[in-house]
Each structure stands twice: as C-alpha cells, then as structure tokens.
C-alpha cells in the first residue's frame, strides 16, 4: 500500500533558493507540491516561468494567500527575503502548519541583534522563542518534534560545522578569523549592476568585513553549542563562480595536537553524518557544487599550535534548499538523504 504524500508549499518559488526547492522536491517520493508563490500579480503556471518543468510540475505560482496555504498544506518552505516572513509566519502557526524559513527572521534570539543586522524590529517574539535552529547535525532532536524551524544561513553552516566539535572538545582558543568566498547566487536574483555577468566574471571583492549579518548567528550557535563565549572575525567575499562557498578557519590550538587527534575529533562528531565528509587533504569546491555535502579538511601547523580547517559546500542546496529538505526529512521521521542522494 502506498503512503500518502505529504502537501508541501513553497512561498518566494522565483528566487534562487526557492526554484531549487521546487527541482529537489518535485520529484521527492514522499511529498507534493501543492502550492508555489511569488510577487506575480495572476496565477501563471510554474512550467511557464520556468520551461525545465514543463510536463514535470503541473502547479500555478500564485500572489500569496495564508488562506489557500492553510487549506492546501502541511509543511510550508518560505524562500523569502528578510524581515518578510514574520509577517506570515504567525498565521500559518496558528493554522497548524510546520514551517521552515530559509530568511534570517527567526535565527537569532536576541530581538536587539535582529534589528541591529537586519534594520527592522522583530515583532513575533512567540514564534522566536518558538523556532529551532535547523543544524540537523545538532540539533536533530529538536527539528523531530518542531513546529518552526530556522534554515540556517549559507555561510554559518559551513563554518559552524568547521568549529563546533573543536569548541565542544574545549581544544582552540575562543578568537577565531574566518574568510570565505562565495558565488554571489547567494545574494538572491537581484537587478543590481554589480550582480551583472561582466562585473562578476573573472571578478573578485570582499565586502563586509567584520560587520557581516550572519556574524551574530555563527556565535549565537557556536556559544549555545558550547557554552563559552566565542569572539569571531569573519572577511566574506564575492568570487565570480556560479555557485559555493569556501571557509577557511584560522585557528589556534590550547595545546600542542596532531593531525591524527584532529581527524579522530572530526570523526568522533560526524562518523553518523551524512552529509558531512572527512577529507584526507584539504577539500575542493568542485566536489560539492550540485550535493547536499559539506566537505572538510585541514592543515596542522609544524609547531603544531595553529591550523586551518577548510570547510566549503554548495550555498544553494547545503547552504539553503537541500538542508531545509534535510530538515523536512527528519521532521517527518524519514531518512534524512530522502530526496537528496
């Protein structure tokens, strides 16, 4: 007897992220789309926006309306840009929806931080104090039974998965420098002039340094993971590649360690993660790009106190759709590679 597919919506389906929801999920075995949204003023077949789909998604992208999700699904994805999914959220939780948001609205648990990063006062302080952070590498108990769950950030993902076991195992020092390089995808579909091919290609800028938004929730997890307080200094980068990011962590060790205590700490932590990979030498970002991995290595200093830990994944599918898919798996109590291997 076949089970019964679970009615999934996504809301802001045009974006980046949200079209590569729809390709992940459309042909997820245990889900079906039944509802896409997007700022389009009449319903328009989806295949129309996006010809790739045509005679593989039959669904209508629509102005978005809370009353046709709460009729139509279960599960409600929200692609959509900051400080817009408090608006709905409230309501769909009051429908009874299980939701994963994939903006930065209920990442961070401090109202004062949100405002300051994001330029606009957090005003569902219930569903704040509601949601999980989406790590399913650690907080997978927590996403079984949650009600809202907050897809993390691109940048924080593969940079909280670099440093957490080393913070838990108390073996760095609590300053850390992190650079990283990102395909500018993950900035959004945006008209802006410098998004445009001939300023990206062969191109590269750093931009933010030390004031990035996604700072206060790289922290904010790393401390609560760890209980201590961690001091972060992150440069991001835009680099003119079609998609990924790579992190390199520099870090400095409490005492003397080797390469082989390194590793066996990586693998104490991630032996049963799917989706995280343990790289001999130092990992490459072609060999992410289009997974749901995270891939991570390292290089121990001679004096055998200082490291990098290089972490990188593909920022629109481990970075924001595929690990909300990977959090949609372990809420419905399916394995967690459903739909994304």
Not at 85 to 97: A, D, F, Q, Y
Not at 204 to 228: D, G, R
Request: proline fraction near 4%; hydrophobic fraction near 40%; charged fraction near 25%.
């Amino acid at each position: 007897m076949r089970e019964e597919k679970v009615k999934v919506g996504i809301l802001g389906a045009t974006g980046f992220t949200g079209e590569k929801l729809v390709e992940l999920l459309v042909n997820h075995p245990r889900v079906e789309i039944s509802y896409l949204s997007s700022t389009t003023k009449e319903p328009v077949p989806y295949n129309e926006l996006f010809p790739r789909f045509e005679r593989v998604l039959d669904v209508k992208c629509e102005p978005l309306d809370v009353e046709k999700i709460k009729e139509r699904c279960a599960i409600v994805f929200l692609a959509l840009p900051h400080t817009i999914s408090m608006e709905v959220v409230p309501s769909l939780l009051e429908g009874g929806k299980r939701i994963i948001d994939l903006s930065a609205d209920y990442r961070l648990k401090s109202r004062e931080l949100y405002e300051k990063f994001y330029g606009k006062f957090h005003k569902d302080e219930k569903g704040l104090n509601l949601a999980v952070y989406g790590l399913c590498e650690f907080f997978k108990e927590k996403i079984k039974e949650a009600q809202l769950v907050a897809n993390p950030g691109c940048y924080p993902t593969g940079i909280i998965l670099a440093i957490a076991p080393l913070l838990l195992e108390g073996v760095i020092e609590r300053e850390i420098f992190v650079s990283s390089v990102s395909s500018i995808s993950g900035a959004g579909r945006k008209p802006y002039l410098e998004y445009h091919y001939i300023n990206i290609s062969n191109n590269m800028w750093a931009y933010k340094p030390f004031v990035h938004q996604h700072i206060p929730e790289i922290e904010e997890v790393l401390e609560e993971l760890s209980q201590q307080r961690v001091e972060l200094s992150f440069v991001p980068h835009i680099v003119g590649v079609e998609r990924g990011i790579y992190s390199t962590i520099y870090i400095n060790f409490k005492e003397r360690i080797e390469r082989a205590q390194l590793e066996e700490i990586y693998r104490k932590y991630y032996s049963s993660s799917l989706f995280v990979r343990i790289r001999k030498g130092l990992p490459k970002l072609k060999e992410v790009v289009g997974t749901n991995f995270c891939d991570l290595g390292f290089w121990v200093a001679e004096n055998s106190r200082k490291a990098v830990v290089c972490s990188c994944i593909d920022n629109l599918i481990k970075g924001a759709a595929g690990n909300a898919v990977q959090n949609m798996n372990v809420m419905l109590g399916i394995e967690e590679e459903t739909g994304l291997i």
